[in-house]
């Protein structure tokens, strides 16, 4: 630093020199580049958005701008790739094939939770959430309550707005607080996420209290930013596609030709003249000529190899990372329904899986709404104490002809067993009762073998059935 360098330093402290300037210049360039979006695809040393992970990738944790990174990836997705839209609508579809219920036992309980449901559109809204939440990783929703009577109104918020997720002191697994990104120079907006109060002193102990309700997926115990259902999946099914699409545009060169003509022994000049007079024919007409003319149609090799094999290799190989038998990709034939048969049971136990957090995430919505009704005196803390019951549609629909065709078998079997002294009779009962409750009946064991042996009774005695009515 030279003595005018210092001068200046002394006069103006907050001075930026020349080597200060240029840090802050490559720090905004770096920032720039990280912000663009994915269809720029600048990517000059391999710092773009493909591949997301990878060799060269050492960071074991997500940063805030790979979050953002693999957000946008998942809308691009979303908007371009077919295979990934219909793999997170096939998801909803078997996860919503029927609308939820919410139901009380207390008429108090059950009016609060309806009107609930209908003023935030529930039934068409927690789909779209719920598969959004697949997609990117995680969900923020800001509630608004009614300080007159507890109503709840549940809004949404952009992931991509989430600047950072605080969990808590002891217990990591926990969110405690969501940071929003500032805008404009200002500093983002801090909201509490939605938990049990376990303040003794406080008014609302035991009840649910916050400003957001905060939801992540396939993440770690401690990191609370949730990864998306296809994150390890994005740039298979990216270069799948494209692997596909060029096949089509090479097949379309495949499907044209030339005319090649041989001309023995014509100058140049006979050549360009014999061309504006003889033009390509027309499919259908005649041509003639001598032998020192040769026809030939010539179509282009283009060394194009059979892409089938290795189609079918990128499509086995996603639908089993996803957990999900290619038949329910456009797959057919026997070979295909077999195959799902056999495979079934992988995808149903994972969408299971998934449905049981949707439970639990629309069972938590709505306890905070009773708390709500209860903390501004609207319920009653009897009311509130016979609580509710969330009903989710049935995600397997079960083979009722296999299910009929082996009830003989089984009956046969139980009978045998029996016999040989192998099972009680009241657990061959509820072995066959467990059964019948598979096709849909609600069958109580005691109370039907009770019937039974008062049957029994009563024919022994000689009561007929419709005198013991009587």
């Known amino acids: 630093?030279?003595?005018r360098t210092k001068i200046a330093k002394w006069l103006s402290p907050g001075l930026k020199g020349e080597a200060d300037i240029r840090e802050m210049v490559l720090d905004e360039v770096q920032r720039a580049k990280a912000s663009m979006p994915v269809q720029v695809s600048y990517d000059p040393k391999g710092e773009g958005y493909r591949p997301m992970?990878?060799?060269n990738s050492l960071r074991q944790d997500l940063a805030a701008i790979d979050i953002d990174r693999m957000m946008e990836v998942a809308y691009y997705m979303w908007d371009h790739s077919a295979m990934t839209k219909r793999m997170a609508k096939m998801d909803k579809g078997f996860l919503f094939a029927e609308p939820v219920t919410v139901t009380s036992s207390n008429e108090n309980v059950n009016e609060i939770l309806s009107r609930f449901w209908k003023r935030n559109k529930m039934d068409l809204r927690?789909?779209?959430r719920a598969m959004w939440l697949g997609m990117l990783g995680s969900q923020v929703w800001p509630v608004e309550v009614n300080k007159q009577n507890g109503d709840v109104y549940v809004y949404y918020a952009d992931p991509m707005s989430v600047s950072q997720v605080f969990v808590g002191?002891?217990?990591?697994?926990?969110?405690?607080?969501?940071?929003f990104k500032g805008y404009g120079g200002r500093q983002g907006e801090k909201k509490a996420v939605i938990?049990?109060?376990r303040d003794f002193r406080s008014k609302t102990m035991g009840r649910l209290v916050g400003d957001c309700f905060y939801y992540a997926v396939n993440n770690p115990p401690n990191d609370p930013r949730g990864r998306s259902d296809y994150y390890a999946l994005f740039d298979w099914i990216d270069g799948l596609e494209r692997y596909g699409y060029n096949y089509l545009e090479r097949a379309e060169f495949l499907l044209n030709f030339v005319w090649d003509i041989t001309l023995n022994g014509y100058t140049e000049d006979q050549i360009r003249e014999w061309l504006r007079n003889n033009p390509p024919p027309e499919p259908g007409s005649q041509r003639a000529h001598n032998e020192n003319v040769t026809w030939a149609a010539v179509a282009p090799d283009i060394k194009a190899t059979d892409f089938s094999q290795g189609f079918e290799m990128g499509k086995s190989f996603i639908m089993g990372a996803a957990g999900r038998p290619e038949s329910w990709f456009g797959g057919g034939g026997?070979?295909?329904?077999?195959?799902?048969?056999?495979?079934g049971q992988v995808p149903i136990k994972d969408l299971d899986e998934r449905q049981l957090l949707i439970k639990t995430i629309i069972e938590e919505v709505c306890r905070f709404q009773v708390d709500q009704s209860v903390i501004h005196g609207r319920l009653s803390e009897a009311d509130a104490e016979e609580g509710f019951e969330i009903g989710m549609p049935e995600i397997s629909k079960k083979d009722l002809t296999a299910l009929v065709n082996g009830i003989p078998q089984l009956a046969t079997a139980l009978v045998i067993a029996e016999n040989q002294g192998w099972l009680a009779k009241e657990t061959a009962a509820m072995a066959f009762g467990m059964v019948a409750g598979q096709i849909g009946m609600e069958v109580d064991v005691q109370e039907e073998m009770e019937r039974a042996r008062k049957k029994v009774e009563d024919a022994d005695a000689g009561i007929t059935e419709d005198y013991a009515q009587i």
């Open 334 to 343: 026997k070979a295909y329904h077999t195959e799902a048969e056999q495979f």
């Open 126 to 128: 927690m789909p779209i």
């Open 1 to 3: 630093m030279n003595i």
């Open 195 to 197: 938990r049990e109060d």
């Open 53 to 55: 992970i990878g060799a």
């Open 169 to 179: 002191r002891l217990d990591v697994e926990q969110a405690v607080q969501v940071e």
